[in-house]
């Protein structure tokens, strides 16, 4: 009997590093940790997707908003507006032609000329 567990030992240490069932474990560990790799870089690009679906709705939000701003201001610094706001606070009222006195160019391009508007506010008191 001696001599065949002999023979087995033998047998068994005639073989190569690795034959059959040790290459079949080391092929499911790679092809598991391939997998894994595989399942793991997809739920990273599905949590981006989400993110950038996220802020693409954010973006179309605040561009809506941003239209909606600007049309606000525009209103609001229509001249029509401005007038009756201006009446309307602060009791102000759009001057009469007898209020007013336009101004050449000429007038004021000039800085040697003497004040004329002195002289005529002085003659109407």
Do not use: C, N, Y
């Not at 229509?78 to 602060?90: F, G, K, N, P, Q």
């Not at 007898?98 to 101004?103: D, G």
């Amino acid at each position: 009997m001696a001599t065949r567990s002999t023979k087995r030992t033998m047998r068994r240490s005639s073989r190569g590093p690795l034959k059959g069932r040790a290459w079949v474990a080391i092929g499911l560990g790679v092809f598991l940790m391939v997998a894994s790799l595989v399942v793991w870089r997809r739920g990273v690009g599905a949590a981006t997707a989400r993110d950038m679906r996220r802020l693409s709705d954010r973006q179309r939000a605040l561009i809506a908003e941003k239209t909606t701003l600007d049309r606000d201001i525009r209103s609001a610094m229509a001249r029509s507006r401005v007038i009756a706001e201006a009446e309307r606070r602060l009791g102000l009222h759009v001057a009469t032609d007898a209020q007013t006195r336009l101004l050449s160019d000429a007038l004021l391009a000039d800085p040697v000329r003497p004040d004329s508007t002195a002289s005529d506010s002085a003659s109407h008191s």
